[in-house]
Nanobody
Framework: QLVIAESGGGLVQSGESRRLSCTSSGLGLEGYGVGWFRQVPGKQREVVACISSDGERTNYPEPMKGRFTISRDNVKNTVYLQMDNLKPDDTATYYC???????????????WGQGIRVTVSP
């Protein structure tokens, strides 16, 4: 069983950066594509970024390009989401997800973390 946990959320000022981390227990993340999604109450959940199991491929929806960077360190069993120049509209609950396929991690991942709150103040 793959159990995912996010860390690094909290309150940040507009324009600042924050890095989220995603780790797992039970099973390692190294065999999975990993994605970051976010959701604002009342809005549809959206994908932020995803990365293949070997880290060679990444995918960002157009609105996320430029300020969000996904990376992974399989030795540390950790996937990161670097968020730069944060804006109040980035305030959301961010979820780390995993799927056996890269494509699945970007669309309909099988495994989800509990989510972590990021609040960006003006």
């Amino acid at each position: 069983q793959l159990v995912i946990a996010e860390s690094g959320g909290g309150l940040v000022q507009s324009g600042e950066s924050r890095r989220l981390s995603c780790t797992s227990s039970g099973l390692g993340l190294e065999g999975y594509g990993v994605g970051w999604f976010r959701q604002v109450p009342g809005k549809q959940r959206e994908v932020v970024a995803c990365i293949s199991s070997d880290g060679e491929r990444t995918n960002y929806p157009e609105p996320m390009k430029g300020r969000f960077t996904i990376s992974r360190d399989n030795v540390k069993n950790t996937v990161y989401l670097q968020m730069d120049n944060l804006k109040p509209d980035d305030t959301a609950t961010y979820y780390c997800t995993a799927d056996p396929s890269f494509g699945g991690s970007c669309r309909a991942p099988e495994f989800w973390g509990q989510g972590i709150r990021v609040t960006v103040s003006p």
